[in-house]
């Protein structure tokens, strides 16, 4: 298959799901054609908003966060012009969301020639269909809601509390934090991915601090779920739908004594989907946008995004090798912000080694983040795992993790080993999360220094392995000023 790392993995969760009870199948798209575009608007004018009063826009903590970093706050965190969004809704079109930190709208509609004219108005720049409905989609055909409440006996570990997951955590050095008290305790992360099936059913995750959930894909899916729970307990939404999210959640918030034990299991989550699993196309990257200027206005510290993209469907614009640059892709724009905002995103490399792309997808590009490589449990790269470096030659990936047989929780609650960069990039995330509880008053920047500084190849990093396996106890010494 030709997509990014993600859908290929989304469709193995789709397809596990068949090997339990359930079948992948292709469906016709209902209803008449969509066309999605958005819009690049030429100006901001601040109506209704100042930023001398940003508590009207972004919650305190949001606005907590920067302060201690000695980051302010710009005409990039001001809302998209409510008068101009308001030309979009009076065409008859649906304004599916917006985007402050580049001041765009999505608008969709079955008339694509009302969306083309759209392009004409004197508040637009530049126009793009970023989405075009298939004639078909894949979509799971049954799918079990029951949740194993009990682990088998053989996947415990007596006497160790970490259970099948202690070596993942201690190649990065991280059991010591915990033992000093570094268990993500004080820290917000949010997690864009594809579905977190059975979330909030499965006992190993019962004691993580979720905040809140919110489906930017299908926003009614965030009010049905509530819903769901209260009337309907053994059903549930598209946001349910797959449980690559859940795995990804239960590698950083699992507690399971003697089976597993998360790398941040005090820290407080917000599960936040942004991927579609049934069609790879750039609005994807306008989902993921709008979660991530969420998880900013929530007061999220770090963002886990086990996602990826580089070739798109329906004959839309796929990106090029040139294109990995971190400024090119929308979505590389966005990841590219968050640093300058106090958050740290950790971001997984992609599963391309072994194709013909074999590099790096986007947002893995963008700069000053957490680009997150694969390795198994000799410390030795995972085949699949994609290589850097960045077009413009900064060192992709930043590091690496156990990506190869991961121990995982599955959304029907058994504890799984699965492979890809999407789970090394979890069990990183948790790490940081725990490294910036030790050290609150280092800034984004210098923490993730840190974490490529205390690389075992800092000193000789290279395309594949980027600066090497992170050992967090070391980068808290040194953060310290002990080294």
Known sequence: MRRSHTHRILLAAILLLGAIGSHAVKIKYPGKRVFVYRYYLTDKPAAGYSLDKPQKFLTRKSLDRRQRQGLGVDSTDLPVARDYVKQFQLRKTEVLGTSRWQNTVLVRSTDSTTLIQLAQLPIVRDARCVFISPDSIDKPEVIRWNVHDDFRRWDSVKNDSYGMARQQIEM?????????????????????????????????????????????????????????????????TTFQDIDHGTKVFSAMAARAPEVIIGTAPDASYWLLRSEMH??????????????????????????NSSLGYYAYDDGLPSYRLRDLDG?????????????????????????????????????ADAHDIITVGAIDAEGKIAPFSSVGPSQDGRVKPDVVARG??????????????????????????????????????????????????????????????????PDFWKAYQTGLGKQ
């Open 404 to 469: 190869n047989n991961t121990t995982l929780v599955s959304g029907r609650g058994t504890l799984v080993r699965d492979m890809g960069t999407s789970f090394s990039t979890p069990v990183t995330c948790g790490m940081v999360a725990c490294l910036w509880q030790a050290l609150r008053e280092h800034t984004a920047l210098q923490l993730m220094e840190l974490i490529r500084q205390s690389g075992d190849q800092y000193e000789a990093p290279n395309n594949i392995f980027g600066y090497g396996i």
């Open 327 to 363: 400024q090119t892709a929308f979505i590389s724009r966005t990841a590219s912000m968050l640093a300058k905002k106090g958050i740290i995103l950790c971001n997984s490399a992609g599963n391309s080694g072994m194709g013909q792309w074999k590099k790096i997808g986007v947002p």
């Open 172 to 236: 990065l050095n991280g059991i010591r934090l915990h033992e000093a008290g570094m268990t993500g305790r004080g820290i917000t992360i949010a997690i864009l991915d594809g579905g977190f099936q059975n979330y909030d059913r499965i006992p190993a995750l019962s004691k993580a601090h979720v905040m809140g959930i919110r489906d930017f894909v299908e926003p009614a899916n965030t009010n049905q779920q509530r819903m769901s729970e209260q009337l309907h307990p053994t059903q549930g």
């Open 278 to 303: 049934d069609t790879e196309q750039p609005i994807e990257e306008d989902y993921w946008t709008m979660a991530a200027e969420f998880a900013d206005s929530v007061g999220v510290d770090i963002i």
